[in-house]
T-cell receptor, first 116, second 115 residues
Framework: DVKVTQSSRYLVKRTGEKVFLECVQD?????MFWYRQDPGLGLRLIYFSYDVKMKEKGDIPEGYSVSREKKERFSLILESASTNQTSMYLCASRTLLAGDPQETQYFGPGTRLLVL | AQSVTQLDSHVSVSEGTPVLLRCNYSSSYSPSLFWYVQHPNKGLQLLLKYTSAATLVKGINGFEAEFKKSETSFHLTKPSAHMSDAAEYFCVVSLDSGGYNKLIFGAGTRLAVHP
């Protein structure tokens, strides 16, 4: 089974702090994604990565950056956390190998971030 | 532009009764559509997907969905609800964005199942 893990389930930070959210997948997937989930809004894509050292902005990249130095790890960085970044953050990964539908993304359990 | 609308934010059913979660989509071409489920404190799990093959799609845990192009709908159904079905359900459309299939999520429907 595909396993996507996130470094923290719950995180409390103060306004202005730099925050790192880590995501690791164990299936050698090429693509990785970061979403935020807010009530009534579903999931919105922040950033994604096609492969190592590659990144693309999603729909709401402002206030965030990402890093993909190794294939299995995709980090989301909040350079200076703000209260409007309080949310649930979900990481996902996807393979492009034949036999696995291109669109199927596998999700981690999420990190609930509270910025005070 | 592609989008999805989930018509109910909350649905409540009794155990053993049918489940209907409604989803309408907007797409300029034949879309790929999905339903994901999120149980409390767990990640999202793919329930089923439609990719222009059979219009009636069967998924895991007894769920199925029917693609109706004339109604631009992709409603999720289950004949008999189980307590373990209580979760949040997301209808999703896939958008082809420069060679990458981007997922557009609906706002979600929270399903409650009562004894």
């Amino acid at each position: 089974d595909v396993k996507v893990t996130q470094s923290s389930r719950y995180l409390v930070k103060r306004t202005g702090e730099k925050v790192f959210l880590e995501c690791v997948q164990d299936m050698d997937h090429e693509n990785m994604f970061w979403y935020r989930q807010d009530p009534g809004l579903g999931l919105r894509l922040i950033y994604f990565s096609y492969d190592v050292k590659m990144k693309e902005k999603g729909d709401i990249p402002e206030g965030y950056s990402v890093s993909r130095e190794k294939k299995e790890r995709f980090s989301l960085i909040l350079e200076s956390a703000s209260t409007n970044q309080t949310s649930m953050y979900l990481c996902a990964s996807r393979t492009l190998l034949a036999g696995d539908p291109q669109e199927t993304q596998y999700f981690g359990p999420g990190t609930r971030l509270l910025v005070l | 532009a592609q989008s999805v609308t989930q018509l109910d934010s909350h649905v409540s059913v009794s155990e053993g009764t049918p489940v209907l979660l409604r989803c309408n989509y907007s797409s300029s071409y034949s879309p790929s559509l999905f339903w994901y489920v999120q149980h409390p404190n767990k990640g999202l799990q793919l329930l089923l997907k439609y990719t222009s093959a059979a219009t009636l799609v069967k998924g895991i845990n007894g769920f199925e969905a029917e693609f109706k192009k004339s109604e631009t709908s992709f409603h999720l159904t289950k004949p008999s609800a189980h307590m373990s079905d209580a979760a949040e359900y997301f209808c999703v459309v896939s958008l082809d964005s420069g060679g990458y299939n981007k997922l557009i999520f609906g706002a979600g429907t929270r399903l409650a199942v009562h004894p």
